[in-house]
């Protein structure tokens, strides 16, 4: 069973640019939720998806966008990036929606910093 | 008021000591109780959840839950410095859309 991978581990850009987080899930699970971490604060809900469809969305403009593959893999997308995006940004997967996050998986994290 | 209110610390205590990190939320619809340890610079990881009121004991870790004052707790006993860790709390509620509203944390060091 192969845990939650997350690419990049670290990222530096530019105010402005874009940048596209990569996430795979754990074998089985069809679930997967992006989370917004910054420093000294616990992780907030940016989406979440299943089965390819996006299934929630937390307080986060629409520059955040997602997509999710068939094999579950799933990318968070960021465009136009403002300072006060700099954070640890986690994936977690689970085996099914609706768990409530008492089955989810996460990854490390990618720390981006924007400049 | 946030929905979910947990002191940053830190907590600095002796290694073998009883350590008790808590959290108080507003919102009475959750009924999912997470306890997550997360490491500096890596993800969290669930410890242990309850489901509605009472206890729950896993090892040296206990997770309460008191639904009236709107209170949960996680002690550790015999606390060890591998436990170092930031702790956070998390809750969802069983029928809307089970996602999870995280506390900010504790950050507990255990010095030999």
């Not at chain 1, 136009?80 to 997967?93: G, K, M, Q």
């Not at chain 2, 350590?19 to 997360?38: D, E």
């Not at chain 2, 206990?62 to 209170?71: F, L």
Request: glycine share 10%; hydrophobic share 30%; charged share 15%.
């Amino acid at each position: 069973e192969t845990g939650v991978t997350q690419s990049p581990t670290h990222l530096i850009k530019t105010r402005g640019q874009q940048v596209t987080l990569r996430c795979s899930s754990q074998s089985g699970h069809n679930t997967v939720s992006w989370y917004q971490q910054a420093l000294g604060q616990g992780p907030q809900f940016i989406f979440q998806y299943y089965r390819e469809e996006e299934n929630g969305r937390g307080n986060f403009p629409p520059r955040f966008s997602g997509l999710q593959f068939p094999n579950y893999s799933s990318e968070l997308n960021v465009n136009a990036l403002e300072l006060d995006d700099s954070a640890l940004y986690l994936c977690a997967s689970s085996p099914y929606v609706g768990t409530g996050g008492t089955e989810a998986f996460f990854g490390q994290g990618t720390r981006l910093t924007v400049v | 008021q946030k929905e979910v209110e947990q002191d940053p610390g830190p907590l600095s205590v002796p290694e073998g000591a009883i350590v008790s990190l808590n959290c108080t939320y507003s919102n009475s619809a959750f009924q999912y109780f997470m306890w997550y340890r997360q490491y500096s610079r890596k993800g969290p990881e669930l410890l242990m959840y309850t489901y509605s009121s009472g206890n729950k004991e896993d090892g040296r870790f206990t997770a309460q839950v008191d639904k009236s004052s709107k209170y949960i707790s996680l002690f550790i006993r015999d606390s060890q410095p591998s436990d170092s860790a930031t702790y956070l709390c998390a809750m969802s509620d069983s029928g809307g859309s089970y996602i999870p509203t995280f506390g900010r944390g504790t950050s507990l060091i255990v010095h030999p």
